[in-house]
């Protein structure tokens, strides 16, 4: 059983950046990997980054890929989402996710349905 919140989101014009954090706690926090998702108005919710249980791989959802980086910091329970050259179409509900299974432990899945555990979300938004 994990609980994890959100934070770090808030208003930005395009070309700049954010950096969301997702702080963890119930159980051992190197024991899940993590996911970070996203959801727009009127679509569904997706992929955006995925790390393993010790941060040594991630994997990006196309869309972000160099913009985005995300990483961990297992002694202090906590994962992050450095956000850089937002775009407007970045804007959405972002939810930091957490599961044992094994695609999710070693980074390699992008399905909502492999996580175990979810955030509320943090809104991000990106002006012109």
């Known amino acids: 059983q994990v609980q994890l919140v959100e934070s770090g989101g808030g208003l930005v014009q395009a070309g700049g950046s954010l950096r969301l954090s997702c702080a963890a706690s119930g159980q051992t926090f190197s024991s899940y990997g993590m996911g970070w998702f996203r959801q727009a108005p009127g679509k569904e919710r997706e992929f955006v980054a995925a790390?393993?249980?010790?941060?040594?791989?991630?994997n990006y959802a196309d869309s972000v890929k160099g913009r985005f980086t995300a990483s961990r910091d297992n002694a202090k329970n906590t994962m992050y989402l450095q956000m850089n050259s937002l775009k407007p179409e970045d804007t959405a509900v972002y939810y930091c996710a957490a599961g044992r299974n094994w695609k999710v432990q070693a980074g390699l899945t992008s399905n909502t349905g492999q996580y175990d555990y979810w955030g509320q979300g943090t809104q991000v938004t990106v002006s012109s």
């Open positions: 790390i393993s249980r010790v941060g040594a791989n991630t």
